[in-house]
Nanobody, 126 residues
């Protein structure tokens, strides 16, 4: 059974940084696709960063240059380093995973993922 557990969320001031982690069990992150998504109150879930073995890392335009996704195969952990945070980044952040690789244009689509974590809250104050 695949389980994804996020951690690292919290409250920071604008301009600050956070590092989110997602530990996967029952699933090997190597040669697969994984991503980070977020959902703010009243808004749809959106992809912010994703990675797979063929397309590499892909980012949403709104976070390009501020967020960095990485994976540690040995620890079966996906990370998201978030710098220069803005109040607009406030949301619940979810880790997602699925098997196989897709075209890069599908990596940030929530429908491309079967497995989801429970989410971790990120709050950025001005």
């Amino acid at each position: 059974q695949v389980q994804l557990v996020e951690s690292g969320g919290g409250s920071v001031q604008a301009g600050g940084s956070l590092r989110l982690s997602c530990v996967a069990s029952g699933y090997s992150i190597s040669s697969k696709r994984m991503g980070w998504f977020r959902q703010a109150p009243g808004k749809e879930r959106e992809g912010v960063a994703a990675i797979d073995s063929r397309a590499g890392a892909h980012y949403a335009d709104a976070v390009q240059g501020r967020l960095t996704i990485s994976n540690d195969d040995a620890k079966n952990t996906l990370s998201l380093l978030m710098d220069s945070l803005k109040p607009g980044d406030t949301a619940i952040y979810y880790c997602a995973a699925d098997h196989g690789v897709l075209g890069w244009w599908l990596l940030l689509n929530p429908r491309s993922y079967k497995y989801w974590g429970q989410g971790t809250q990120v709050t950025v104050s001005s």
